[in-house]
T-cell receptor, first 113, second 114 residues
Framework: DAGVIQSPRHEVTEMGQEVTLRCKPISGHDYLFWYRQTMMRGLELLIYFNNNVPIDDSGMPEDRFSAKMPNASFSTLKIQPSEPRDSAVYFCASANGEAYGYTFGSGTRLTVV | KQEVTQIPAALSVPEGENLVLNCSFTDSAIYNLQWFRQDPGKGLTSLLLIQSSQREQTSGRLNASLDKSSGRSTLYIAASQPGDSATYLC?????????????FGKGTKLSVKP
């Protein structure tokens, strides 16, 4: 298995632009999570899905952030419009059921200038 | 609300030393606890997963223990090597709720000197 695949690995964009981050979970995993990591706040859960349905989006900072999971093999996290304070590493993770561990992707490093 | 704390925040040891990293959590209603390793600029690599019914797990030079009643877990690294230098994170997975499923500590940054 190729693991959790995220794209792009790096993204540099100007303030105000739309940014879309992509994630392909491990085949067969029914949970998908989006995390954000910064030096100041560590790892923060943004949103998670179970069987493609958003379960908890209370970690999404504001309405500029949105996430979708149109099918079991693909999810997107969109920021529109982007701001410099959104600069962080965004991780996607997937899991099989509730009793098993998470597998993380390599992350997308986002820089908003 | 679950809180996960890792002590110390940073640790520097000479090569060959055995060491223990600590993790504590406030809510014992967990499915499992997972230890991760993160190298600078990289993603998280899962090291060990301990189910709530287990007391410990071992992988090579690593041994993780879990004491749910006291809300503690330790990661023991035997015969440390410079390649072990990284940040080690523990995370608890618990039953649903508004926090989501996996709560992370802020990590222990380990440096092993040759």
């Amino acid at each position: 298995d190729a693991g959790v695949i995220q794209s792009p690995r790096h993204e540099v964009t100007e303030m105000g632009q739309e940014v879309t981050l992509r994630c392909k979970p491990i085949s067969g995993h029914d949970y998908l999570f989006w995390y954000r990591q910064t030096m100041m706040r560590g790892l923060e859960l943004l949103i998670y899905f179970n069987n493609n349905v958003p379960i908890d989006d209370s970690g999404m900072p504001e309405d500029r952030f949105s996430a979708k999971m149109p099918n079991a093999s693909f999810s997107t996290l969109k920021i529109q419009p982007s701001e410099p304070r959104d600069s962080a590493v965004y991780f996607c993770a997937s899991a099989n059921g509730e009793a098993y561990g998470y597998t993380f992707g390599s992350g997308t490093r986002l820089t908003v200038v | 609300k679950q809180e996960v704390t890792q002590i110390p925040a940073a640790l520097s040891v000479p090569e060959g030393e055995n060491l223990v990293l600590n993790c504590s959590f406030t809510d014992s209603a967990i499915y499992n606890l997972q230890w991760f390793r993160q190298d600078p600029g990289k993603g998280l690599t899962s090291l060990l997963l301990i189910q709530s019914s287990q007391r410990e797990q071992t992988s090579g030079r690593l041994n993780a223990s879990l004491d749910k009643s006291s809300g503690r877990s330790t990661l023991y690294i035997a015969a440390s090597q410079p390649g072990d230098s990284a940040t080690y994170l523990c995370a608890t997975r618990h039953y649903g709720g508004s926090q989501g499923n996996l709560i992370f500590g802020k990590g222990t940054k380990l440096s092993v000197k040759p």
